[in-house]
T-cell receptor, first 116, second 112 residues
Framework: ETGVTQTPRHLVMGMTNKKSLKCEQHLGHNAMYWYKQSAKKPLELMFVYSLEERVENNSVPSRFSPECPNSSHLFLHLHTLQPEDSALYLC???????????????FGPGTRLTVT | AQSVTQLGSHVSVSEGALVLLRCNYSSSVPPYLFWYVQYPNQGLQLLLKYTTGATLVKGINGFEAEFKKSETSFHLTKPSAHMSDAAEYFCAVSESGNQFYFGTGTSLTVIP
């Protein structure tokens, strides 16, 4: 496997379900990100982990819960979602060389989530 | 606050014609600038980036972009469009730390 992989690619869940999205990066990066992509909206940054420590949480509802057990893996745990949470969820990774510098992000293919 | 504006949510060009996708940003410090492309049902792929040095940067698939500080712009161009260029294009800016700001995207259609 190369690059950034995400599983599953498609997920349909009811509002009372609990599911998890998985992301794995094979690039040796030290930062990982979750984004939400909805139609006609800019990508919304949800969570950032740098060196396995969460450094950003942009007021995301608590029904989304991230987990980063190591620098290569990132999870997004989902529970009691709403229909408006239906979107493409993208994972990305990057290499942060210094605290003030970030370089390009590498994206996974995304998980298409539909909440019914 | 940082913002990225992509003028034109939809752009159509004829095959072989010039492609010009516009991006303007707001930043109080010299930013890092990126263009990404997204094909249907795929994630974003980096086309090119500007960090420092030469303001005209070349990327993959024949694309290039020029950083113009005075105009706070980073427009993407390609001299001759190909059918395979049809996709969604995103401009992004990183000012510092781990924060990236993306535009709303421009959908490029190539007409045979």
């Amino acid at each position: 496997e190369t690059g950034v992989t995400q599983t599953p690619r498609h997920l349909v869940m009811g509002m009372t379900n609990k599911k998890s999205l998985k992301c794995e990066q094979h690039l040796g990066h030290n930062a990982m990100y979750w984004y939400k992509q909805s139609a006609k909206k800019p990508l919304e940054l949800m969570f950032v982990y740098s060196l396995e420590e969460r450094v950003e949480n942009n007021s995301v509802p608590s029904r989304f819960s991230p987990e980063c057990p190591n620098s290569s893996h990132l999870f997004l745990h989902l529970h009691t979602l709403q229909p408006e949470d239906s979107a493409l969820y993208l994972c990305a990774s990057s290499q942060v060389f210094r605290a003030e510098v970030s370089y390009e992000q590498y994206f996974g293919p995304g998980t298409r989530l539909t909440v019914t | 606050a940082q913002s990225v504006t992509q003028l034109g949510s939809h752009v159509s060009v004829s095959e072989g014609a010039l492609v010009l996708l516009r991006c303007n940003y707001s930043s109080s410090v010299p930013p890092y600038l990126f263009w990404y492309v997204q094909y249907p049902n795929q994630g974003l792929q980096l086309l090119l980036k500007y960090t420092t040095g030469a303001t005209l940067v070349k990327g993959i698939n024949g694309f290039e972009a020029e950083f113009k500080k005075s105009e706070t712009s980073f427009h993407l161009t390609k001299p001759s469009a190909h059918m395979s260029d049809a996709a969604e294009y995103f401009c992004a800016v990183s000012e510092s730390g781990n924060q990236f700001y993306f535009g709303t995207g421009t959908s490029l259609t190539v007409i045979p």
